[in-house]
């Protein structure tokens, strides 16, 4: 028997695609510059990402808005697809960001000072 093109792309999609759980797996454990938990299980996810040409900050979108990154919340380390994601709670209105996951973020390396000994 032969399935028709539409109910054969519908299964092969389901079968390719990652379940919400799996996907939303590497979020697990992730806890902000505060301590705070990140993901609340359905509160992590990709971001639009970019940086304002007028005024030359850093925003992701998220509610349907464009945000500044909030900088106290940027975790240092890199996503599973390069993408900016974003934790937060609620899903209307101005955004409670826990954490924040800026592209390229686990390339970056802060500067090291030597160390004074003896003065």
């Known amino acids: 028997m032969r399935l028709p093109f539409h109910a054969l792309s519908i299964a092969l999609a389901t079968v390719a695609l990652p379940g919400t759980a799996g996907a939303h797996d590497w979020y697990q ?5 505060h301590g705070v938990v ?8 990709p971001v ?13 979108e998220a509610n349907g808005s464009w945000w500044p990154v909030e900088y106290d919340k ?3 380390l890199s996503t599973p697809d390069g993408g900016a994601h974003a934790c937060w709670s609620n899903p209307r ?5 826990r954490c924040i996951i800026l592209p390229g973020m686990a390339s970056l390396t ?3 000072t030597p160390a004074v000994v003896g003065r």
């Open 48 to 60: 639009p990402y970019r940086v304002d040409a007028s005024t030359g900050k850093e925003e992701i």
């Open 74 to 76: 940027v975790l240092n």
């Open 38 to 45: 990140c993901c609340g299980n359905t509160d992590c996810r």
């Open 29 to 33: 454990g992730l806890v902000s510059p």
């Open 110 to 112: 802060l500067p090291v």
């Open 93 to 97: 209105g101005r955004p409670e960001f």
